[in-house]
C-alpha cells in the first residue's frame, strides 16, 4: 500500500503539509523534490475515473471524468520511499498532471497524464532517464478517449463514502471532439 500525497524523505514523519498529491509535469525535471523520481522511481496509477469540479459563476458542479473505451486508465506517477531500511519505511506517491485537452477545457484547467497502453512500458522502464524521452508522454491524452458525468455534490465530503456519490446528477456529457 502507498499513500496518496507523496512524502519527502526530509519529513520528521510520514505526513507533509507539502502539496504533493499533483506533480505538475511542466515543471518536475526543475523541482528539487521531483527531478531525481521522475527519472529513476516512475508508477502507474490505475483509475477507474478522477473528479473535477466545474465553476460556473460562484457555484461549483462536480463531474466524473473515466475513459469512453475503456475501464481502467493508466495515470503516470512518481513514487518515493520514507526512511527506506528502516522498521518505520513507508511508500508514498504523486500523480503526474498536465495541461487539458479541448474536452477538459470546458471542466477544469489541468487533468491527469493518462498513459496510451502502448506508453506503459516505456514509463516503466527502469532503463529510460532521458527527460526529452519522457517529456513526450507527459501530455494529454485526447479528448475522444474521455466522457463525464456530472455527479451528485455528494462527492463534496470525505465522509460520504459511498456508492451514492457516482449517482449522475443530470445528464451525460460526450466528447465529440477529437485531438
Known amino acids: 500500500m502507498m499513500r496518496w500525497?507523496?512524502?519527502?524523505?526530509?519529513?520528521?514523519?510520514f505526513t507533509t503539509?507539502?502539496?504533493?498529491?499533483?506533480?505538475?509535469?511542466?515543471?518536475?525535471?526543475e523541482s528539487r523534490l521531483y527531478r531525481g523520481l521522475v527519472i529513476r522511481q516512475r508508477c502507474i496509477v490505475p483509475l477507474s475515473g478522477f473528479y473535477e469540479?466545474?465553476?460556473?459563476?460562484?457555484?461549483?458542479?462536480?463531474?466524473?471524468?473515466?475513459?469512453?473505451?475503456?475501464?481502467?486508465?493508466?495515470?503516470?506517477?512518481?513514487?518515493n520511499t520514507w526512511h527506506p531500511g528502516s522498521p518505520d519505511e513507508r511508500q508514498s506517491f504523486s500523480i503526474m498532471t498536465t495541461t487539458v485537452n479541448a474536452f477538459m477545457r470546458e471542466i477544469h484547467d489541468r487533468m491527469p497524464v493518462i498513459l496510451d497502453?502502448?506508453?506503459?512500458d516505456v514509463w516503466l522502464d527502469p532503463e529510460i532517464h532521458e527527460p526529452e524521452v519522457l517529456e513526450k508522454l507527459l501530455k494529454p491524452c485526447p479528448s475522444s478517449w474521455l466522457n463525464a458525468v456530472e455527479i451528485?455534490?455528494?462527492?463534496?465530503?470525505?465522509k460520504n463514502n459511498t456508492p451514492a456519490v457516482l449517482e449522475p446528477a443530470?445528464?451525460?456529457r460526450e466528447s465529440n471532439a477529437h485531438d
Open 5 to 13: 500525497q507523496l512524502v519527502p524523505t526530509t519529513e520528521p514523519a
Open 17 to 29: 503539509k507539502l502539496s504533493t498529491i499533483n506533480a505538475r509535469s511542466e515543471r518536475v525535471f
Open 53 to 79: 469540479w466545474k465553476k460556473t459563476g460562484d457555484r461549483k458542479r462536480p463531474f466524473r471524468i473515466y475513459l469512453r473505451d475503456e475501464p481502467i486508465m493508466s495515470v503516470a506517477g512518481i513514487w
Open 117 to 120: 497502453r502502448s506508453n506503459e
Open 152 to 158: 451528485s455534490t455528494l462527492v463534496n465530503s470525505p
Open 170 to 172: 443530470t445528464h451525460i
